[in-house]
């Protein structure tokens, strides 16, 4: 049992053709990704790293501190803003 994840970021959908294609190899958001990727959340103090063996897995950690670490990037410190947001950023989507 995992955690809940995001959509496949490389499948093909109606519009646009591929995600991925809509964000710029330099974009900021690739190098949250890799970073966070790279982590040992666990290690580095994450107490919900793991999902507990019991009931429905919570979001994973990873995807939320890469939002949050985007959004400090945006100045956009706020639950509520990042919230509204995220529809309306592609590369937020892409996270």
């Known amino acids: 049992m ?3 994840h995001g959509a496949n970021r490389h499948a093909v959908s109606l519009f646009p053709a591929r995600l991925d294609d809509d964000i710029a190899a330099e974009n900021p958001v690739r190098f949250l990704d890799a970073f966070v990727d790279a982590r040992d959340l666990a290690a580095c103090g994450f ?6 063996a019991t009931g429905r897995p919570g979001y994973a950690p990873g995807a939320l501190l890469k939002r949050s670490l985007s959004g400090d990037l945006s100045r956009l410190r706020s639950r509520r803003r990042l919230a509204q947001e995220a529809p ?3 590369a937020w989507l892409w996270l």
């Not at 107490?47 to 507990?52: F, K, L, N, Q």
Request: no cysteine; aromatic share 0%.
């Open 2 to 4: 995992g955690s809940i």
């Open 88 to 90: 309306r950023n592609v």
């Open 47 to 52: 107490r919900r790293a793991m999902p507990a």
